[in-house]
């Protein structure tokens, strides 16, 4: 199976291809990647010798290298590629609408002219917007509250709408907060866990008591290839880690794990429009493909702090802004001296 990968070298797409080339040894991946801020091909170390592994720099709203790429006649797409932080979408909303719903269409007008068999979009569990009770299932109405959620929710419609317009085999995934190594230190875990690495506070939004669901990077990776594997088209899954907590019982967890006092918590500004509560109602993957996460939460935060403190190569760089600076000159847009796999 040869698949091809946008936004690969972000967090949760550079768990994936290591996963894959872990449990199929036989897949071969192309990851395409614009390596904006938080791209960074330092998560992918140690696949890049791999001869089954290529990558290539393009924007996926850049039709002509999509194109290219996607002329590659791979078996299946997984979109992982996006503008992926809300902080940021509140001061530039104009980069989420181009790449969380221009790209996606981009991909799925080139992905149809080439007949691909498999088109999955990684969504998220914030296009059904903010729930005080209960839990969202598949059919919960839309209802996004950022320009990061609504630009996700716009390019979920323009998926659905291939499907029911051009019978293309597009599936949605729809999963809750991810946490683990190698995710960008502006998402809550990462930033508190490092600010503490560098002995500084943490910025607590509000009253700290708005609620997200924890999902391990690797139960998703499992998701998402069971459901390349085996989820049927035109369906959307949802992912949720089953792990609610408010960010005050996160961030409390994370002092004590990394032995500091609560002075270290700067209670600051809240966000705007700052959603209360995700949850999402997971049982139709489970149900249905008989997916279960395996990774228990306090274990699993226990060991991505200890993957910060062992990694300070990976995360000082990006803090200090050494990566931007350094590391990205050196790929340039499209093949040039890249290797293609058949
Ligand atoms: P990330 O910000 O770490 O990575 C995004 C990647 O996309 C980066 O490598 C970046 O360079 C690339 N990219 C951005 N714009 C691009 C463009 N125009 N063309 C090509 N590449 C581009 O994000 P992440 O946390 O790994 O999230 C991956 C996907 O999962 C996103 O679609 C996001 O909406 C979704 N998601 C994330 C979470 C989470 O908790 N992180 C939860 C649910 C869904
Ligand atoms: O729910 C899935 C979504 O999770 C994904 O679709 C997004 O791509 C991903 O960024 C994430 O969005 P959140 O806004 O939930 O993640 P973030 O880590 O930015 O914030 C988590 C919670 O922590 C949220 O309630 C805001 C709060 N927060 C965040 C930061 C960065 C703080 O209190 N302080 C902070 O400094």
């Known amino acids: 199976m040869k698949i091809l990968i946008t936004g690969g070298a972000g967090f949760i797409g550079s768990n994936f291809i290591r996963y894959i080339f872990k449990k199929h040894p036989d897949y071969k991946i192309i990851n395409f990647d614009k ?14 010798d791999n001869p089954d592994y290529k990558f290539v720099k393009g924007d996926i709203c850049d039709k ?30 104009h980069s989420f609408l181009k790449t969380d719903m221009q790209g996606v ?24 917007g903010s729930i005080n009770e209960t839990s969202c299932a ?3 109405p839309l209802n996004p509250s950022n320009p990061y959620s609504a630009s996700k929710a716009a390019a979920d419609l323009m998926v659905h ?9 597009v599936l949605t995934v729809r999963s809750s907060n991810n946490f683990g190594p190698y995710q960008y230190p502006e998402k809550i875990i990462p930033l508190f866990i490092t600010n ?37 088209e035109g369906e959307v899954y949802n992912v949720g880690g089953g792990n609610e907590k408010t960010n005050l019982e996160i961030t409390r967890l994370i002092l004590r794990e990394m ?14 429009g700052h959603d209360r509560r995700y949850s999402l109602d997971s049982s139709k993957i489970k149900e249905t493909l008989g997916w279960q996460p395996k990774y228990n ?12 403190r062992n990694n300070e190569w990976w995360w000082k760089k990006i803090k200090s802004g050494e990566y931007l600076e350094y590391y990205k000159k050196q790929y340039e847009t499209g093949y040039k001296t890249q290797k293609r796999i058949s």
């Open 64 to 93: 002509k290298i999509v194109d290219e790429v996607i002329s590659e006649k791979p078996d299946a797409i997984i979109n992982f590629a996006a503008e992926s932080h809300v902080d940021r979408s509140i001061s530039d909303p």
């Open 297 to 308: 939460f306090e274990q699993s935060l226990k060991k991505t702090i200890q993957w910060y």
């Open 105 to 128: 269409i981009t991909l799925l007008e080139i992905a149809k002219k080439y007949n691909i068999k498999r088109f999955i979009q990684i969504s998220t569990d914030e296009v059904y």
């Open 259 to 272: 032995g500091k006092d609560e002075s270290y918590i700067d209670y600051v500004e809240d966000r705007l």
């Open 196 to 232: 503490l690495l560098e002995d500084k506070k943490v910025p607590l939004y509000g009253d700290g008591l708005n609620i997200r669901d924890w999902l391990y990077v690797l139960d998703n990776c499992e998701a998402i290839d069971l459901i390349l594997d085996k989820g049927k």
């Open 138 to 140: 598949e059919k919960h």
């Open 35 to 48: 390596l904006t801020y938080a791209g960074n091909l330092e998560n992918l170390k140690d696949v890049e």
């Open 161 to 169: 709408s291939y499907f029911v317009t051009y019978k293309m085999p």
